[in-house]
């Protein structure tokens, strides 16, 4: 919170504390200013947008100790700090903090730590429970320990990554090419300044403190799920911004899939002036201005440029161009409920004698075009967010985030009127997703099953405290203790229910994580259940006809564990340590990787984990 | 000397010239004599045992100087530095045809754009490691990668504008020939390199890292560190919460100094820019891959009839010299079993993991024993290879004193 303001002379600085907290309230929210796409599109298209942020102390960095968010501006390159921001100083409170700057690096500062909270407060209303950024081991003195770290100037390189080690982002900077005629040759392009890039580390960072192991790359589709969450993600807060939705959405009369925007004066011949320059809908592009110094991503009207067809998901295994498979299916499914949504809109229109490929809509259509595209939008978002905790626990497979995301959906919104489940099923139909064991695209079909196909009636665990807000009371010894004995209780239970849990016999099992869940449904009413992550882990040979000792990998399975608030089962989603088609799966995947790979030419038994520096880089 | 070819009979000499290729391949006329390819003429600075020179004076000898066609896979020294080496032999001898990549082609602008800008990354990477001079594994193998893309413009100047008479083509997937050169009965069909935009975007190496701004021209700018904002401070100014631990700021530097990655990166495009060529000659189905890797494999083992092809493949160049991703597993599988045979110009200097060893066992399961590595030759001082199994050489199969010749059985 501010600082109160200077006392008058006559009070006591007390007095004026308790005048000031008489007079004031602590603000919900924190308005903080950031660009919408990026720094390229100046200020036309609603690029610049303001984030009405849950509100939150926050020290000079800024460091914000609820959010564990820390703002750390090192640069390596030129092996100084830039001095931090302070958002609570005055001058910058009234102006809905610092005003949009590319040389001005306390914006910098402002503007990723903007959009990392918003992504994390996505994540953390989707999943109805606080969110928490991965744990690294050791660096128990670190004063940032438990926080994701942001540096928004790590080094001079056009590159932006989530490191899981450190538990931070880095953004690179460098210097254009000039080859558009967005930037200027050896104008500076910073990617912290790209609302996609750093919505899209952020998510890296979010799944991974949900989701540990999906950062090992076990599978194709592990190794492009990260990818492709990330980029859903980033590409779905586009469509969440209503600012930046309404000139798109005028000048594609609606249609904001569309890839090109129509001119607003003239249909035909180039555009002659400023106004009508941007030809491309910068909804579907992803990172802009990076993407063109990189030349490296796909941007998503590329993915939706490619019909679609069962052929890809066999043949693309490098992982964005895979990813951008699972990219457009998601999106294929929102526009389809986002054109479902508004299609009475635009017969109303059509009826009135509204022309709407003229590119001159009304502002009230628009208007409300937009708030359908905002709402769908964020539906999607909390429906693909939402199903991470339905996901196995390791090596997640593109027919498995499927399945859960219709159980999830189903769980919380029985009925589906608009049909959303229905277009995200068509859409992974269509592109050949498809999960194993099971025997249709119905929605029954695809849903977990309870374990009740197992062994009869679901096991039942007593005990377990589903207060969240109880928890989140707690604090020190109290709380490390009561953490200590439900991981007790969790895992005296799955050692007693291996059978009906799907958890191999004998394997030790580690109790990962495990949360209690409270969401609201449509209807009104909390939903509370619980989820616990199961893993099981063994060393495999490579190599098995290699002699010992041989090079060995860790082999993960286990299950994820939905309790419901009586405490029996729901589901239990399990990948099974003792599953020889896994391993053989497995195995020919280490080989695979290592073909790829333009390291293991000339390094032997270079088996990374998952390197997101490599893979944003394009190498 | 004269020949020592046999009218009517095919004939592959793998040279032993170190880390490189240079084969002959020799397809009979009918009657008297044969027409002569040459697939690449070359070996790495630092894996030559010594002998280019002599395998370009017996090819001499075998060919009587002419040469129906050179094919040269790709502009890497391992590749093409004998036709830098032995430009005066070469210059003498008569060739009909050259074959490069479209890569190498000086009227396709966007290709000359991109190998300019590879090489120009190249020469800074030379300079950078240099400078730093780290002898990690990896900045080792990096550097010895670099040495094989530099400095091969002798070569390829030879081989565009130095062989008179000789007509110059530059190759893309796609193409099939029927006689190319005047050579009866040859059918050619060109796999590789795709010229696709995906491939070319492939090619294209990370852009403006530091120290190695790369104009479009090619051109290196001088180191060009940025300084983002004029102000920096030093790390006493910051509150304790907001600065680096000392080892933090090391780490964090020195990955930003670590450029190795581009030198792999770019290495794997150039050996992805090789002609791939499915020779048909009588009854046999010859496969020069070049140095293909991955993205080169896979644009045309994607194609329905890449399958049938492979199964009719009865002689296998093994891809750049067996190392790990340069044959994907489903061409070995691909090939009929016992129905090829393989050869394999490779040594482990001057990078240990190649060959790659399961490659070569599952190589010889799928030929049933009938391949060589040109390693197993023994060279004084060059390096031997580690487990070969010794004994007789598979039917077809002939040693020399730096060669190995395969001749179908039959």
Redesign the interface.
Known sequence: MSEPKKPAPAQTIEQGDRLAMAAYRQPQTRPLQVFAFDPSLGRVLGNQAVLNLPYEELSPGPVGAKSRIAVVDYDASNGCYYPPVDLNNPSVLIGSGVPPSEADPHFHQQMVYAVVRETQRRFAYALGRPVHWRRPEGRAEDPLRGYLRVMPHAFQQANAFYDPERVALFFGYFPSEGVNTDTLPGQTIFTCLSYDIVAHETTHALVDGVRSHFSEPTSADTLAFHEAFADIVALLQHFAIKDALMETIKRTGGLIYETVLQSGVSAKGKPRITAQLTEQNPLVGLAKQFGEAMGSRRALREALGTEPNSDDILKEFEPHRRGSILVAAIFDAYFSVYVRRTRDLLRLARAAGQDLNAGDMHPDLAERLAREAVKTANHFQNICIRALDYCPPVDIQFGEFLRAIITADADIVPDDPWGYRQAIIDAFRLRGIRPGDVNSYSEEALRWRAPTHRAGVPARIEGLHFDIFRQERLTGAAFTKERRETAQLLHAFADANRAQLGLAPEAKIQVYSYHAIWRIRPDGLPEADYVVEFIQSRDEPYDPAAPAPSATFKHRGGATVIFGRDGAVRYSITKRLDSADRLERRRAFEDELGQRSALSTFLPDDRAPMNFSVIHRGC | MATTLIDGKIRVRMYRVGFGDCFLLSLPKPGKGHWQILVDCGVHSAGDVGTIAKAVENLRDETGSRLDVIIATHAHQDHVAGFARCATDFAKMSVGEVWLPFTEDPADTQAVALRKKQLALMEALALHLAATGDTG??AL??K??IENARDNGTALRLLKTGLPGARVRYLSAGLDMEGPAGIEGLKVSIKGPPRDQAFL?RM?P?????YL?A??DGAIGAQ??????P?????E????????SPE??AA??K??EDLS??A??I??ALNNSSIVALMNFGHEVLLFPGDA??GNWASWL?DPNAVELLSQVTFFKVA?HG????T??RVIEGLTQGGAVGMVSTQVKP????PRI?LMEALDARTDHRWVRSDALIIAGAPDAPNVPQGPLAPGFAAGPFWYDYSPVG
């Open positions: 594994e990896k193998a990096a010895a990668m975007a294209d990370p852009k403006s890292d530091r701004a104009g479009a060009n560190g940025v300084r983002p904002f102000a920096g401070l030093p790390r100014a910051m509150p304790a919460m907001l600065r680096l933090e700021e964090l530097r990955q930003s990655m581009i792999f990166s290495d794997q890797q991955y994607d750049h190392s790990h991703n340069a994907p597993r990078w240990k993991s190649i399961p």
